[in-house]
């Protein structure tokens, strides 16, 4: 079994409180009316003591069910007729309450174990706590697992103890829609991961952080190239991609004046790197052509060092923006940019330093960068985010000003947890991504939306369709082994192994023998001629039978995959022989 103080405890209801206080000050209002009561009683009927200790003695009796003055029945004063069944009352609560709390952990534990649909959290850091009240208030019931109560020993012991299955059991993960690992160590939050991958059931969605967002790729490639997935979903996700990804969602990069936005990013830390990257496919779907690139100013001490591991992880960088990196700091920054010919202000700064205070006081006394219009300076904030309460009338308080709205404090922890962002996985990313690819070529041969019902947005698409694209995604980590290669994150020097024809052709046949496999499955049979509504369709044959124009598709879709993978920061690695 689990100890009880493996589970935290939800936090306490407030009408709970509100209870106590009541009984609280029944007993208060008992004692008072049993001591007035009993002097009455007594100095009426006679043969017992009425000096105050004896008052008080017969009134605490009463908290029992019983004083002598009362043996010889009624009738008795009102306030004592009170107080005889007030004061069992208040002790019949106390002992109720007392059983309550000797049981509480016996009875929550067997509650999460029983429990159905429910979400489970392990952590207690910035990161569990506000996805925890996230769920919450979303109506999700949460069952906590609480790193700082499992031992005192350490991250190592937690990691061992939170993948032992009797703590998962505990924690009702046989039920469980969704686990969240989130303590503060990415170790412990893997092994958390793969642990309730392992002892969960399908449809359980596994979530693990991982703060170094190369680690995170490189466990995401590991888990994409499984020969075969377990029933379980499991992902790993990085606080700060997830928040670039939803700033330029709320906030997306839009042109000025007709030309693309100059644009600063201040510290290559983790989340200015994953700014840079998610403002560029951004824009990229803007400028598909890559006609107008964006100018983009990177300052850090090793800005050059970080814009050349970027371009190398994902090669549309170069495609899209035109990099300047700065070695140094704000300083150097404004006095080389207007001689390079890069004019302040900026139209969007991201000051991405990890220091909060350094991040803060740049964004309040770099008065060069104010100009850039309303939430033009982006300012990275974790546990200071509740600053921006303070500044400007649109956050309520307004007791600070926001250099007329182009202040705009960001809470990147906040931001990122946010389930539904979580929950878009890779799978989930590479399946929009074949989508897209798809769309461009079926239109580069001239097919209309009318004509086909996949040439829709991936929002419009329908979920059969949603569903197929995402087995196709699963399934690349299956195909690349069959080639003898594997997935590998685009992190320092390697040799991408270029896939050549037979390759290709082999690719292009295991893709259709699984999309043969699934739409049988699913009671399509094959037709000259495809009609969605009877479930016919002209590919359902196989590959020596495929006529060829549905054979370029295949062929088509497959020649995609290297550039598919190098935008999510993959590339195709030679690890055997076919």
Request: with cysteine; hydrophobic share 45%; glycine share 10%.
């Amino acid at each position: 079994m689990v100890p009880g103080n493996f589970l935290g405890e939800p936090p306490r209801a407030p009408t709970k409180s509100v209870l106590r206080l009541v009984f609280a000050l029944a007993g208060v209002v008992a004692f008072v009316c049993g001591y007035i009561g009993l002097s009455q009683h007594i100095g009426r009927i006679g043969g017992y003591g009425n000096n105050p200790f004896d008052l008080i003695y017969y009134d605490l009796q009463l908290f029992v069910l019983g004083a002598p003055p009362l043996d010889d029945g009624g009738p008795f004063p009102p306030l004592l007729d009170f107080a005889r069944f007030a004061a069992p009352a208040v002790t019949a609560y106390a002992v109720v309450e007392a059983c309550r709390l000797l049981f509480a952990t016996e009875l929550r534990r067997l509650r999460d174990r029983n429990a159905r649909g429910h979400v489970i959290v392990c952590g207690d850091g910035l990161v569990a706590d506000t996805l925890t009240r996230r769920l919450q208030s979303a109506g999700h019931r949460v069952v906590a697992v609480r790193s700082d109560l499992m031992t005192p020993s350490g991250s190592g012991q937690v990691a061992r103890a939170a993948r032992d299955p009797s703590v998962l059991r505990g924690a009702g993960i046989g039920r469980a829609r969704a686990v969240y690992a989130c303590t503060d160590d990415s170790a412990t939050n893997a092994a958390i991961g793969l642990a309730a991958a392992r002892h969960g059931r399908s449809p359980l969605a596994v979530y693990a952080q991982v703060a170094d967002p190369e680690l995170c790729l490189a466990l995401q490639a590991r888990h994409l190239g499984l020969a075969r997935n377990p029933g379980a979903r499991l992902d790993f996700f990085n606080i700060d991609d997830l928040a670039a990804r939803k700033l330029f969602a709320e906030d997306p990069l839009i042109a000025v004046d007709g030309r693309p936005p100059r644009v600063v990013v201040l510290g290559a830390t983790a989340f200015g790197r994953a700014v840079l990257v998610e403002l560029a496919r951004r824009w990229r779907v803007r400028d598909p052509h890559g006609a107008r690139l964006v100018p983009l100013v990177l300052v850090d001490e090793a800005a050059t060092e970080a814009a050349a591991q970027l371009t190398h992880r994902y090669p549309f960088l170069s495609r899209v923006c035109r990099i300047i990196p700065l070695d140094g700091g704000l300083g150097d920054m404004l006095g080389h940019l207007p001689r390079a010919g890069f004019p302040l202000p900026p139209d969007r700064v991201f000051i991405c330093y990890d220091d909060e205070e350094r991040a803060l006081k740049t964004a309040l006394t770099a008065e060069q960068l104010w100009h850039g219009g309303p939430g033009s300076m982006v300012v990275r904030l974790d546990r200071l985010a509740n600053l921006r309460e303070a500044f400007g009338s649109g956050y309520g308080l307004g007791v600070l000003d926001d250099l007329s709205g182009a202040l705009r404090l960001y809470g990147v922890v906040h931001a990122a947890c946010d389930p539904a962002l979580i929950g878009d996985d890779l799978v989930e990313r590479l399946a929009r991504v074949i989508h897209e690819s798809y769309v461009v070529a079926r239109r580069r041969h001239g097919d209309r939306p009318g004509s086909n019902a996949a040439l829709v947005p991936w929002e419009e698409l329908p979920e059969s369709l949603r569903r197929a694209n995402r087995a196709q995604a699963k399934d690349i980590g299956r195909k690349l082994r069959e080639l003898g290669c594997a997935l590998s994150p685009r992190v320092g020097p390697g040799d991408e192994h270029a896939l050549e024809e037979p390759e290709f052709e082999r690719l292009a046949i295991l893709e259709h023998q699984r999309w043969l496999a699934e739409q049988e499955a699913s009671g399509w049979r094959y037709a000259p001629h495809r009609d969605d509504e009877r479930r016919l369709h002209p590919a359902l044959s196989p590959w020596e039978d495929l006529r060829e124009d549905l054979r370029v598709r295949n062929h088509e879709a497959v020649r995609e995959l290297p550039v598919i993978l190098a935008d999510a920061g993959f590339r195709i690695v030679r690890v055997g022989h076919a």
